[in-house]
């Protein structure tokens, strides 16, 4: 399909055909289906019930006005007014319960659909995660979701196919009724012309026309709305990150205040507000720009209905009864026509918000999965080896990493050191799978762990990254990792991790909320503190590999001291891989590596990486300890 950028968005829009909008109409049908099959019927039974309700009255009017003008006694006429009036109580009745069945059951679709998206975003590969296409994809998901209410449930709720089935059924039950109209002949004598069967091919013709007007209109104006609405999404986004997320937070509110950034922000608000007032006038006035066609050609479409009726009236083709009927009937066709061609031009607004949703849960597996089980070892007797890997980021030109070989010994303690940017963290990615290597292979004990299962690899890394996530739920389920809590392991673990006197202060321990985004009696924690709990949260795992990167950056020189003096404690027999910028921290490691440009410069223990005079560690290293020229009890704990 072709592209073209919008100018007011900068965004790049695909000019759809209807047969791929249909397509993707189709396929929400198919999914709406299977997460809630009770939907389409109700939807089906509602459209109809409301479309034949007017042609009870109808049908009965127009018997009820024959027989008064006939003179019928009251026992004819009277079984017809109950059966109106009861007819019309009933679909009423009826209708108003499938309504309300139906908002039961249209809940019931949203939120499954939500925990569909959610269970894509829980499995996928983090490579898909850290994809800003796909980041971008979700936030356009959920902003169409928020602003527009664009979901399944609403794709095919009132504004879609409800209307658009009412709509078919009043144009059928419509066509019914007034077909006899148009083989009606009438006096051929007295009107040759009337009575015969060019005004009825005429009508016919003006309705063809009108339908496919109608259509055309409607998906040109569907496509101009879906061009202002996604400018809209994204200046939403702009400004709920401003407002919902900088002025709002207390997290950001220190340095708005200090650096006096009221004026930035407003002006910033300001400018959101002016483009999204523009937007919103254009979309408006599109709006009523192409519905304003659809009802003049309704409108001229419903007069020329009922100049026909009349001139066939006065052909003596029917009585004043059929007259009612043939009339409303041909009125509720065009109110049929009209609410079918906006249905379906709502229905095909849809679908960008729904191409958004496929795109999620049409999301591939990046890494390969084996089918290899990982031995289960009660000595941790694993051998992990980097055999010539080079990798870097998709979508970059740079090597993070570049043909890298090293083995991980069982039971070995090793220090990553190096500059930013030098790959020490792209390496854990790799050791941990959350990558693959673009070159070269990773084994563990001598097999490639492209072939192990891959939950089942996941599983021997207990893992503290840098940018390590919390969550406002009890401090035992953040340890723990599940609803599920050991308690006396998790403090155990939580002690290890320097944070038993915090949780002795804790007014519930460990059922204590962190966060108070659910519970407003949960607990703020500092940087450290939550550090410390990643920490334990790592130690509970009792993962054979322990990765730690930068687990002590928030934490005070004496508190990081005292986790390096029981690292080992912690630690045990398994094998530990740390990162960390503060070299003192190297010397409680068996083993170091120095990265610097995505390779191994240097390896061995401290003593042998000091002694090379010249090399990248004795400079990180002289770097570091002049910031501790003067000897205080906490520097000495450093360089001793």
């Not at 983090?126 to 356009?140: H, K």
């Not at 006197?501 to 407003?520: I, Q, V």
């Not at 083993?591 to 003593?607: N, P």
């Amino acid at each position: 399909m072709a592209e073209k950028t919008n100018v007011q968005t900068g965004t790049k829009q695909k000019k759809r055909s209807l047969q791929h909008d249909l397509h993707a109409l189709w396929r929400a049908v198919k999914l709406t289906q299977k997460l809630e099959p009770k939907m389409l019927p109700l939807l089906a039974c509602s459209a109809l019930c409301e479309a034949a309700n007017p042609f009870v009255g109808l049908y009965f009017s127009a018997r009820i006005v024959d027989g008064l003008l006939s003179g019928a006694a009251a026992e004819t006429i009277v079984p017809l007014i109950l059966w109106t009036l009861g007819l019309t109580l009933f679909f009423h009745l009826l209708g108003k319960g499938l309504s309300r069945a139906r908002e039961v059951v249209e809940e019931r679709l949203y939120s499954r659909e939500l925990h569909l998206v959610d269970a894509v975003f829980l499995k996928t590969d983090y490579e898909n995660l850290e994809n800003p296409r796909i980041q971008n994809l979700a936030r356009d998901y959920r902003e169409g979701v928020n602003m527009r209410g664009a979901n399944l449930a609403y794709a095919l709720g009132d504004d879609s196919l409800r209307p658009l089935l009412q709509g078919a059924f009043t144009i059928v039950f419509a066509a019914v009724f007034a077909l006899p109209l148009f083989f009606a002949g009438g006096d051929a004598a007295a009107h040759p012309f009337l009575a015969g069967p060019g005004p009825a091919i005429l009508m016919a013709l003006a309705i063809l026309c009108s339908v496919f007007l109608s259509l055309f209109i409607s998906r040109r104006g569907m496509q101009k709305s879906w061009a202002l609405a996604r400018g809209m999404l994204r200046v939403n986004r702009n400004f709920q990150y401003v407002v919902g997320r900088l002025i709002t937070q207390y997290q950001s509110g220190k340095e708005l205040r200090l650096y006096r950034e009221q004026g930035l922000f407003g002006r910033f608000i300001s400018r959101a507000l002016n483009t999204c007032t523009d937007l919103l006038k254009k979309e408006t006035g599109c709006e009523a720009r192409y519905e304003g066609l659809a009802a003049g050609i309704s409108a001229l479409l419903s007069g020329l209905s009922y100049l026909f009726v009349a001139l066939k009236a006065l052909t003596g083709a029917f009585g004043a009864g059929m007259v009612i009927q043939y009339a409303g009937a041909i009125t509720r066709f065009t109110t049929g026509l009209t609410d079918f061609a906006g249905a379906f031009s709502n229905a095909l607004e849809q679908v960008p918000y729904l191409e958004d949703l496929y795109a999620i849960l049409d999301l591939k597996p990046v890494l390969y999965s084996g089918t290899l089980p990982v031995e289960k070892r009660d000595d941790n007797d694993y051998v992990i080896e980097f055999h010539h890997v080079s990798f870097r980021y998709p979508g970059a030109s740079e090597w993070a990493l570049r043909d890298l070989s090293m083995q991980l010994k069982v039971g070995k303690h090793l220090a990553v050191v190096g500059r930013n940017g030098s790959g020490k963290t792209t390496f854990i990615k790799l050791l941990c799978r959350l990558y693959d290597p673009t070159e070269g292979e990773i084994t563990l004990n001598g097999i490639d762990i492209r072939k192990y299962r891959y939950e089942e690899y996941l599983a021997i890394f207990s893992v503290v990254f840098q940018d390590f996530a919390l969550f406002s739920f009890p401090l035992g389920q953040n340890v723990a990792a599940s609803t599920a809590v050991d308690e006396p392991r998790a403090k155990k673990c939580l002690d290890e991790a320097g944070f038993s006197d915090r949780l002795r202060t804790l007014p519930r321990g460990l059922a204590t909320p962190l966060y108070k985004n659910f519970d407003p009696d949960g607990v703020e924690v500092s940087g450290g503190e939550a550090q410390k709990i990643a920490i334990a949260r790592a130690l509970y795992k009792d993962a054979p590999f322990v990765v730690l990167d930068e687990p002590t950056a928030a934490l005070d020189p004496l508190s990081e001291a005292e986790i390096y003096e029981r690292f080992g404690e912690m630690v045990g027999d398994r094998t530990a891989v740390y990162i960390s910028h503060r070299l003192s921290s190297c010397r409680f490691c068996d083993d170091i590596a120095v990265f610097d440009r995505g390779q191994i410069v240097q390896r061995g223990s401290h003593e042998t990486l000091l002694s090379q005079k010249g090399s990248l560690y004795e400079k990180l290293w002289n770097a570091q300890a002049q910031y501790y020229a003067t000897h205080s009890k906490e520097d000495e704990i450093y360089l001793q």
